[in-house]
């Protein structure tokens, strides 16, 4: 029986998809068929699901950048979060804006 695939397998499949969807699902995720990679991400597309994903790593990287600036007592830690959610075009804490400036 061939392997299925879960969340957690999609969910890394959408992380590194600029390494190649075929790659990541043969060589990390270990899936043995031809292009199950590229048919994956094409169902999810058809579906509708690989815009949730993207926007579930969107919404997880903001609450590690924000808990990070909360609460890391390390200033570099604090200043590569703040970094991150402004590259990444997320919403930062008025706070944290104010002091970076």
Known sequence: MSRRW????????ARHFGMGPDWVASHDLGFKGKNAGSNR?????????WEKLLDLIQAQTALYGWHTLAFSKDEEARSMAFDALVEARLPTPDWATEAAS
Not at 6 to 13: A, E, F, Q, T
Not at 41 to 49: A, D
């Open 6 to 13: 879960s969340i957690d397998d999609d969910m890394m499949l």
């Open 41 to 49: 991400v094409k169902l999810l597309k058809e579906t509708g699901v």
